[in-house]
Nanobody, 125 residues
């Protein structure tokens, strides 16, 4: 079975940095595009960043571009999200997702069939 397990969240202050990780199992990791979404209380699930199966192409939401970096290590079956210059508006549960490499990268959460349980990032201002 496909398992996606996020980690690395926590309580931080404005301006701090975090690195989130997503450990994948039960799938051939290099056969999947990967993405991060986030969801704040009372709000919808929001696209954050995506990376193609080979790591050579990335896409970012305007709100995070320049501060967040998505990457992957296919040898370790792990997806990463480096978050710098954290803002209060970054407070959310962050979710790891997987999409077949035979599909185009997408920004709609309904396009992603596999999800982790999320890791909470809370930024105090």
């Amino acid at each position: 079975q496909v398992r996606l397990v996020e980690s690395g969240g926590g309580l931080v202050q404005t301006g701090d940095s975090l690195r989130l990780s997503c450990a994948a199992s039960g799938l051939t990791f290099s056969n999947y595009h990967m993405a991060w979404f986030r969801q704040a209380p009372g709000k919808g699930r929001e696209f954050v960043a995506a990376v193609t199966w080979d790591g050579y192409s990335t896409s970012y939401a305007d709100s995070v571009k320049g501060r967040f970096t998505i990457s992957r290590d296919n040898a370790l079956n792990t997806l990463y999200l480096q978050i710098n210059s954290l803002k209060a508006d970054d407070t959310a549960a962050y979710y790891c997702t997987a999409l077949s490499r035979w599909r185009a990268l997408a920004r709609a959460p309904n396009d992603y069939p596999y999800w982790g349980q999320g890791t909470q990032v809370t930024v105090s201002s």
